[in-house]
């Protein structure tokens, strides 16, 4: 009995001191969390953030998609004039910074600044989308859902009605829709945005500030990153969303944040506002074993792939900025993967998984009613990571490894196009067509490709797959290395930088002359994409029964922590919806005898300067500004303030997202949380949880002082 009330009263503990976590709906705020928002120092209402009658907070906060997948958002962004400027993160940008540079005008290194409108740059495939609003409409889904149904049939009813849901809501407007599922499929949302095609970069400090501290400080506080870009959004003359055209203007935005430059104390109320990716705060024991496994496999190829890329990256400016896009992306879930695991182990959070679910299985047995509708759930969990434990391994090697190859995944891409040129009966008029849209897709391919890095690639993560993997699960690639080479992946890499029609433009460009499908289906590149798809696809198949019982137990799960904690608010896991958290300004102590102050200066960016071309390099002209104390307005006690942390829960996507104080004014922009939480998307520690921001302070510095961007200074409101 003891032991049972003390598992009871732990369950109870790790619940209610969560307080603040969450990542909360906005039509919900009122009801929910608006009175400990104002006990925590907020002055606003809830009307003031979301209102279905008045502009308000959310109208000026934005979510950076592409074309063809709008709504799953890579990252958040502010909007600070009445000119549709935006703020949002260095690394957010930094794709567009890079396909806008060469060795001749290297952005990367030097920073782009606008200075007059028309030298703004556009970004084709970039859409920008603010939420118009959101609605509940669990009401016409869930009465159409029977528990015996399986997934896929579910799936089937909640697509058609969500269909019809959008199409009655949107009409004849611009609105773009989708309809949701939250807490796993309990609860259904409509959401409507309007999505602006026209996004362009307007202004990047160099990427030795914007990136200040690479890999090394990645994670890591203190920080002291000048983590901004900016861009403008514009829209058709008459206001509607359009296409770029030179005929278009200025975003004029329902709101924009004014920029407070009063500086930022210990306690101050912070809120954050965004799009965060995704969260898996209801994942079970069974789920998180599989995540670590995961998460080792990703690390340890990951490495091997970064190394290849950077040592051909400092040989040459024109590969450093072909591949620095790439090598961000490959790099920041490679150090993901690694804190994750070290911070789950060090927080012990499989214990406290295993103790949420002995009080889950302790109240389901209370009750008959519960066992008949719950009993199942962890059992079909359990059973289902088991049936797929050497597939999830498997299929995580296929990503990291196979599909690491850059090459494969572009000849995939044109089969179809291939097959159509290559087509005795298909007419010249489809065969030019499909000829124009291979050589579209090369010239934005080829522009960031280097064969002697793909060529590498090939020899180390396809030796690895071939290493780690079982032969029941070796593609045809694996198995013609293995029997025509002997296994010398060395020699097969060699041979497929020599002979590939991929691996040179030119090699290309001669083939779309004289097309032949013999030689295409013979191709290196060819053969190991089409591997690539089938064993992915076999694995996806296998994988299939079990993961259809894992969601089924996952649904009911998180329906039963509902039901058994009734007074708790709960947040929906994260799915790249528009959402806010709430904090404070906090420092923390990570470690006996270690404290961590709650901002960072520029006095610690020349403490941890490095040599040129470094991770660390410090440009000549901030030193400058540095040594004559030249920080403009923007100083506090005669320092300049450049990072700061609160408590907010965020997660990936909350990239760029504005952090707001108790006025509603932009105070920072979000970028990074700390390694030692970095169980966080799984487990929200509150002691050690912290997000990074980049200080207000720090950026109107850089476009002020720094870059002498007057113009856009001019546009903003400044709160002093």
């Known amino acids: 009995m003891k032991k049972l009330l003390l598992i009871s009263l732990t369950i109870l503990s790790f619940l209610a001191v969560r307080a603040d976590e ?29 209102s279905l009658n008045q502009p308000g907070i959310k109208d ?14 890579f990252c958040s962004a502010e909007i600070v004039s009445d000119k549709g400027l935006l703020i949002t993160n260095h690394h957010c940008g930094f794709g567009m910074i890079q396909d806008h540079s060469s060795v001749e005008n290297d952005y990367l290194s030097n920073g782009f600044w606008a200075y007059k409108m028309e030298d703004e740059l556009s970004n084709p495939g970039i859409t920008a989308s603010i939420l118009e609003r959101m609605e509940d409409v669990s009401d016409r889904i869930l009465p159409l859902l029977k528990n015996d149904m399986t ?43 309007t999505i602006y095609k026209d996004v362009r970069l307007v202004g990047a400090p160099p990427q030795s500030m914007g990136k200040f501290g690479g890999d090394f400080d990645n994670w890591m506080w203190p920080r002291h990153t000048c983590d901004f870009s900016m861009f403008r959004i514009y829209t058709g003359p008459d206001g509607r969303p359009a296409e770029y055209s030179t005929d278009n203007i200025p975003l004029k935005p329902k709101h924009h944040f004014p920029i407070s ?41 990951r490495t091997v792939r970064l190394q290849i890329m950077k040592e ?29 695991n070290k911070a789950l182990k060090k927080l012990n959070t499989m214990k406290t998984k295993e103790d949420i679910e002995q009080e889950f299985t302790q109240w389901v047995n209370a009750d008959a009613s519960r066992k008949a509708e719950y009993g199942d759930a962890l059992e079909l969990i359990s059973d289902g990571y088991k049936a797929n434990a050497e597939y999830n391994r498997v299929r995580t090697y296929v990503s990291e490894a196979l599909g690491a190859t850059e090459t494969s995944g572009f000849a995939t891409g044109i089969t179809k196009d291939i097959n159509t040129l290559c087509d005795n009966n298909i007419t010249s008029d ?103 798809s089938e064993v992915y696809y076999v694995i996806r198949d296998k994988m299939k029964p079990a993961s259809q019982e894992i969601q089924k137990g996952d649904r009911l799960f998180v329906k039963g922590l509902l039901a058994m904690n009734p007074d708790k608010f709960y947040s929906p896991d994260a799915n790249s919806t528009l959402r806010l958290t ?37 440009p000549a002209r901030l030193k400058e500004l540095y040594a004559a104390s030249d920080y403009g307005q923007y100083a506090t006690d005669n320092n300049l303030h ?25 105070i920072g922009a979000a970028f990074d949380g700390n390694s030692e939480a970095m169980s966080g998307d799984i487990d929200f520690e509150e002691n050690l949880q912290r997000c990074i921001n980049v200080d207000m302070r720090y950026v109107l510095f850089v476009i002020d002082v720094y870059a002498g961007a007057k113009n856009l200074i001019e546009e903003m409101t400044i709160v002093k």
């Open 60 to 73: 000026a906060v934005v979510g950076l998609g592409r074309q063809g997948r709008p709504f799953r958002h």
């Open 642 to 666: 450049v990072n700061f942390i609160s408590d907010n829960d965020i997660t990936g996507g909350n990239s760029g997202s504005p952090v707001i104080n108790a006025n509603g004014e932009l």
């Open 261 to 301: 430059i009063k500086g930022v104390e210990e306690g101050d109320f912070a809120m954050i506002m965004g799009f965060p990716g995704s969260t898996d705060r209801f994942l079970t024991s069974f789920g998180l074993t599989n995540t670590m496994e995961n998460n080792d496999i990703r690390y340890n190829v």
């Open 151 to 193: 997934s896929e049939e579910r799936t089937v009813v909640v697509d058609s009605v969500g269909k019809l849901i959008v199409e009655e809501a949107v009409g004849n407007s611009d609105l773009k829709g989708q309809v949701i599922g939250m807490f796993n499929g309990n609860q259904y949302f409509l959401l409507l945005y």
């Open 430 to 532: 489809k065969k030019a067509e499909a000829k124009g849209r291979i050589m579209k897709k090369a010239v934005d391919f080829y522009k960031n490709f280097d064969p002697t890095i793909e060529q590498n690639i090939y020899a180390s993560l396809y030796k690895i797959y071939s290493d780690e993997v079982s032969e029941e699960f070796y593609p045809e690639i694996i198995k013609l290395v293995n029997k025509k080479y002997s296994g010398d992946y060395v020699k097969f890499a060699e041979e497929v930088s020599k002979k590939s029609i991929f691996m040179d433009e030119s090699r290309l460009n001669a083939f779309l002359e004289k097309p032949n499908i013999k030689k295409f289906d013979e191709d290196l590149a060819v053969i190991a994409g089409k591997s690539f």
């Open 312 to 340: 051909d990256m400092q040989k040459s400016d024109k590969v450093r900025i072909q591949y620095a896009s790439k090598y961000a992306g490959v790099a920041n879930y490679w150090k993901n993967a690694f804190e994750q």
């Open 22 to 50: 969450g990542m909360w709906l906005l039509s919900l705020l009122k009801q929910n969390n608006i009175e400990r928002m104002h006990e925590l120092g907020f002055k606003l209402t809830a009307e003031d953030i979301y």
């Open 582 to 618: 709430y904090g404070q300004v906090k420092g923390y102590k990570p470690r006996d005898a270690v404290y961590y102050d709650y901002y960072t200066t520029l006095t610690g960016v020349m403490e941890k300067e490095g040599a040129k071309g470094t991770e660390f390099e410090v």
